[in-house]
């Protein structure tokens, strides 16, 4: 902020603190990633726990039809 004088008159001019909106920004931005990675990663881990689930769940099944046509 810093006064000027127009004309005889006093006028106060209010400035961005460009080095505030610049971190801030950086900041806004890692967050976004850190919480996308970890995101991505949880579902990642999900949708794997969930194909190996299925896989047993088809292979038991399976097993019980091949046990039940002997």
Do not use: C, P, Y
Request: proline share 0%; no cysteine; net charge positive.
């Amino acid at each position: 902020m810093h006064h000027t004088q127009r004309a005889g008159v006093d006028q106060v001019v209010n400035e961005m603190d460009f080095d505030f909106v610049f971190f801030a920004t950086i900041l806004v931005l890692v967050i976004s990633i850190v919480i996308f990675t970890t995101w991505t990663f949880i579902e990642k881990k999900k949708m794997k726990s969930l194909l190996g689930t299925l896989k047993m769940t088809k292979n038991e099944t399976i097993k019980h039809r091949l046990k039940a046509s002997d």
